[in-house]
């Protein structure tokens, strides 16, 4: 007897059936809302956008070398000035060719980890990084996303109250010395670049006190363009003495270690900052941050 139409096309289909996954048919019978993201329970989850999802990449054979490097110089407790082995004990020690090993060290060298003195006697000797790598990144990141001075003012905003009140816990006498000294220099050179300079060396120093080291490096990463200055942000000289007694109501809280105090006191400052700004150099706001702002 020959199958009618109807049993072939069930025959087929449960072969495809059988063929298909059990999770990839359940996805196909699921509602569209579902498959992006929302479930019987609730609303649509937002999907990332594809840019933002990081992709895993194996790394490379010479960033692992670095790495490894890396390691050695803090198992072995070189410092500064120290010189690493020749390139034929680092070649056998590491297993990797001379074109790896090479590209190894300059990357190295390009994040400040050490230095490659050329001629006889040279070779790679160990540096300590400081936070102008971290800017260079930094600023190319904001580059990049299109990001305005506006994002970096008030990522000041937000966080410079909290170091103020990380501070007045943890300052000590040798800091408190240093900030004294800064509104000296701010008084002293009150018509000259010397109360910019001392200016930044006060927020700097309490980003430091905050005893959080991370705030540090961000601060220093920055420093560059923190106040707006090198964007055109100006600080006339009639508001000089307003911008000296609000670093005195700060350092007052700071050596009171009073933390509530010390929070509302930088609060109010670099508030008062942006309103300024806001007020007299919204276009300075509004300009992106670029490579050549980092000074």
Do not use: C
């Amino acid at each position: 007897m020959t199958p009618s139409r109807t049993s072939k096309r069930g025959a087929a289909t449960s072969r495809r059936r059988a063929a298909t996954p059990a999770s990839a048919r359940a996805a196909a019978k699921a509602p569209t809302s579902a498959r992006n993201g929302a479930s019987a329970d609730g609303p649509a989850r937002s999907v990332l956008p594809v840019r933002s999802q990081p992709r895993a990449r194996p790394q490379k054979t010479a960033m692992l070398v670095a790495q490894r490097i890396v390691a050695d110089i803090e198992r072995l407790n070189l410092s500064v000035g120290d010189r690493l082995p020749p390139e034929r004990a680092m070649l056998e020690e590491y297993g990797v060719g001379r074109g790896t090993l090479r590209e190894s060290l300059r990357f190295l060298e390009l994040q400040g980890v050490l230095s490659i003195k050329a001629g006889p006697g040279g070779g790679p000797v160990v540096e300590r990084p400081d936070a102008s790598n971290l800017a260079t990144t930094l600023v190319l990141l904001l580059q990049f996303s299109h990001g305005e001075y506006r994002t970096i003012a008030e990522a000041r905003d937000a966080l410079e109250p909290l170091m103020a009140g990380m501070a007045a816990e943890r300052i000590d006498d040798d800091a408190l010395a240093e900030l004294r000294r800064t509104l000296e220099a701010m008084e002293e050179g009150l018509e000259s670049r010397a109360f910019l300079e001392a200016n930044k060396r006060f927020h700097d120093i309490i980003a430091w006190a905050s005893g959080n080291e991370l705030f540090g490096l961000i601060f220093d990463a920055l420093l560059g363009i923190m106040d707006g200055t090198a964007l055109g942000i100006d600080y006339p000289r009639h508001r000089r003495p307003a911008i000296i007694k609000a670093h005195r109501e700060v350092l007052e809280a700071l050596e009171a270690h009073d933390r509530a105090r010390a929070e509302d006191a930088m609060r109010n400052h670099i508030g008062e900052y942006l309103n300024y700004a806001r007020r007299k150099f919204p276009e300075v706001l509004r300009q992106p941050v670029t490579w050549e702002s980092l000074i």
